[in-house]
């Protein structure tokens, strides 16, 4: 795969994911406008109210402003999925998608998420190290940094796990289950009631997410196993516990992880 | 110039990698002044998902007003989140209000035990507490919803959490604010 083929999946599958995010937040229009949930006088960056562009960040994260953001993102990745990479059309579209994501990231101190972070992380390289510049190794590099954090992530996250007595206890399952944020009936009565399965599964999350990072020295046939059984875990999340985005935020790092992991494995 | 530029990509993307993997570590972040600079420019990602100490419960925003006679009125709800619907896995508008509770709550936590850790007094805690972003966050939160009578001057509000079991649901109070005028 080239890197151009990466990028490009890259852009497609967290532009599904901006697409998503921007019309649930115009379906959240009313919570933006004065006060609303995310009136931005209240919830809004500090560091930005404070900058001397805070006339034009006020204007940028008023309702109106977040509703433009959110339609250009729609409109953007829309113009993406229509043109052919490497024309005029599909940078400006792709430039385009992915100045509003980041517009809208920094709108707020609170209420952002992993799956933020990590659609963040993955548009702005692929900004800097693809749509800016046309230079192999720099494309390379971007490349290795989405693929490495995204092992980071689930490193990370299982090693955090493995340190928590209410994770390997098997506690956690059955307490984040049978909450109504994040649970439904069905869990509330099945992981409250059944201790062997919230350790099982408690320590299931544990082992495959500290082993999936090394899925990148496996044979490219393995790689794709390990992103497949990555992408089982976030869509069995969002199917259990409603969390949407975080399937197309880490899908969206797959593409490199996989390059880095076939890189590897083949030279 | 290309080398020059390749360099450059490597020592900022190579960098940026090491800072996150040191911002994982809880000691790191809460002693490295650098490395919250960094940390304020939202670059430097947590990927400790719902661990060490996991959310095991529903945080509850409550509030009631009070009219000019004094006459207090009964606890609502602000609804935050819903219940699981089948369409949550691809589209889940609501999860973001309660996100943004949680948060908020979070921040008014760590500002409540951080002051009892330094025996300060209630007091100047509660003061603390009340000038936080955080306590702003859910004051506004409240008060974007409608006045229960049109005699409502005051409001007041208080957070619960909810957690639930084989025995059935246990309510924790968090905290109660005082009285705000609308």
């Not at chain 1, 059309?89 to 799956?115: E, H, K, N, P």
């Not at chain 2, 219940?83 to 508008?93: A, D, G, V």
């Not at chain 2, 850790?117 to 100047?124: I, K, P, R, S, V």
Request: a positive charge.
């Amino acid at each position: 795969m080239e890197p151009e083929t990466v990028y490009h999946y890259t852009l497609v599958i967290a532009g599904v994911g901006v697409a998503i995010k921007s019309l649930e937040t115009l379906a959240l229009r009313r919570e933006y406008q004065a006060r609303g949930v995310f009136d931005y006088t209240i919830v809004g960056n500090d560091a930005l109210a404070g900058s001397p562009f805070a006339p034009l960040f006020t204007r940028l994260y008023s309702w109106k402003g977040v509703a433009t953001l959110s339609i250009v993102g729609v409109i953007t990745f829309s113009g993406l999925m229509v043109s052919d990479p490497g024309t005029a059309a599909y940078t400006v579209a792709a430039t385009l998608m992915i100045a509003s994501s980041i517009a809208i990231y920094y709108r707020q101190a609170f209420g952002l998420d992993g799956a933020d972070q990590m659609t963040f992380l993955v548009l702005i390289t692929t900004l800097f190290c693809f749509i800016v510049s046309s230079v192999a190794a720099i494309r390379a590099i971007g490349i290795w940094f989405i693929a490495l954090q995204l092992a980071l992530a689930y490193f990370v996250s299982g090693a955090a796990k493995l340190v928590s007595k209410e994770w390997r206890s098997g506690t956690a399952i059955s307490g984040i289950l049978s909450t109504y944020t994040y649970g439904t009936g069905l869990t509330r009565k099945l992981f409250t009631r059944n201790s062997w399965l919230c350790v099982a599964l408690c320590w299931s999350v544990i082992v495959v997410e500290m082993l999936l990072p090394f899925g990148l020295f496996l044979e490219p046939v393995g790689v794709a196993a390990t992103l497949g059984v990555a992408f089982a875990m976030h869509v069995s999340i969002a199917v259990v516990m409603g969390l949407n985005d975080f399937v197309w935020a880490f899908a969206a790092a797959f593409p490199s992880f996989y390059y880095v992991g076939t890189w590897l494995s083949l030279g | 110039m290309t080398l020059f530029l390749t360099v450059i990509y490597g020592v900022i993307f190579g960098a940026w990698f090491l800072l996150t993997i040191l911002w994982q570590v809880d000691p790191i972040r809460k002693r490295s002044p650098l490395l919250r600079v960094f940390s304020a420019f939202h670059v430097l990602p947590i990927w400790t998902f719902f661990a060490p100490r996991p959310g095991m419960s529903d945080t509850h925003v409550l509030y009631r007003d009070k009219t000019l006679d004094g006459d207090v009125g009964p606890w609502g709800e602000v609804d935050l989140g819903e219940e699981r619907k089948r369409t949550h896995w691809l589209w889940n508008p609501r999860k973001r209000l309660d996100k943004m509770a949680v948060d908020a709550l979070s921040e008014v936590k760590t500002i409540k035990n951080a002051g009892v850790e330094a025996d300060t007094d209630e007091e100047t805690i509660q003061h603390q507490v009340k000038l936080s972003k955080g306590y702003l966050v859910l004051m506004n939160i409240v008060f974007s919803r409608a006045k229960a009578t049109r005699a409502s001057v005051r409001r007041q509000f208080a957070v619960v959490d909810a957690t639930h079991s084989a025995d059935g649901r246990t309510v924790l109070p968090i905290f109660f604010s005082p009285f705000h005028d609308f």
